[in-house]
């Protein structure tokens, strides 16, 4: 099978697309065909990240890169019961010694897996594990409820793009960061309204917030303290996260509705790798830049 190999840190020349062995599943594993991928912000920190720097932060070096994935279920471990062959299902790699930029991947059947609702295509799929499920998460730890007043940095990123859409759905009123060339998307996410950055500084606005979501790390969330309400919330994407599969459920459950949906800036094939990596590295992609697989 083709994959990219990650065979040293730091620039993309590093990562190169060989052909190894198809990997076969032992008996709790599945065995997918892997349709479509995303390079995330996370990818690009693990691929310029010395290995001992990170093994101090808790991360398993990957001989494959690659955070999520959505694709076909080829073979199942004899000892899978709930998946079956044919099954169409995305999900994360995280904690796995291999990662999805590859034709095939096994992966746990009771790890974060799930099936793709039936209206969702592979592509549709492939970006929403992590963004959505870590936007979740925060929104979570905000106390995220109807008619909160919620501010979110970096609304057209991958994670915020999420939270917008996420918020607007528990019924609050959101306002999103952005650059004003965002403004149209933003707001057809669920936004009520959007600062842009370029144009002034957001954290000297006079609105109060009893909710504001860091969704990309920002340096500027410090001075944006001063835009709580009483008892209000800041969280932030620099705080650790647990991955869970009830959420992996729920944004299943917001993504067969309708509710939320991944925001594609770019797609690349598997044999253009490094290109995307580049783009990402940039730091100005909107929403989710995909790689898709074809056999």
Do not use: W
């Not at 793709?116 to 959505?132: C, Q, R």
């Not at 106390?143 to 759905?169: H, M, N």
Request: aromatic content about 6%.
């Amino acid at each position: 099978m083709r994959a990219v190999l990650f065979k040293r840190t730091g620039s993309v020349d590093g990562l190169v697309l060989a052909e190894v062995p198809k990997p076969e599943p032992q008996p709790s594993e599945v065995l997918v065909r892997i349709h479509a991928t995303s390079v995330t912000r996370g990818d690009v920190v693990l691929r310029k990240m010395p290995f001992l720097l990170a093994r101090l932060f808790g991360q398993r070096r990957k001989a494959i890169l690659g955070h999520e994935f959505a694709g076909e279920v080829e073979a199942v471990g004899s000892e899978v019961s709930h998946y079956s062959v044919g099954d169409r299902v995305f999900g994360t790699t995280t904690g796995l010694a291999t990662g999805s930029y590859a034709e095939y991947i096994c992966v746990p059947a009771m790890g974060m897996l799930a099936t793709i609702p039936p209206n969702i295509s592979f592509e549709e799929a492939a970006p929403v594990p992590i963004g959505a499920t870590t936007a979740l998460q925060f929104l979570r730890r905000g106390g995220i409820a109807r008619g909160k007043r919620v501010l979110v940095i970096g609304a057209s990123g991958s994670v915020g793009s999420y939270a917008v859409q996420i918020a607007a759905r528990f019924g609050a009123l959101v306002t999103g960061v952005s650059s004003g060339r965002n403004r149209e998307l933003v707001t057809s996410l669920g936004a009520e309204d959007m600062i842009d950055y370029t144009e002034q500084d957001f954290t000297r606005t006079d609105d109060r917030f009893d909710l504001i979501f860091d969704a990309v790390g920002s340096g500027s969330a410090g001075r944006a303290k001063r835009l709580l309400a009483a008892n209000a919330v800041l969280v932030s994407v620099r705080s650790p996260t647990s991955e869970n599969l009830s959420d992996l459920i729920a944004v299943r459950d917001l993504l067969q509705g309708g509710e939320i949906r991944a925001v594609i800036d770019r797609s690349y094939p598997l044999a253009e790798i490094r290109e995307a990596h580049r783009y990402v590295e940039q730091g100005r992609k909107v929403g989710n830049v995909l790689v898709t697989i074809a056999p």
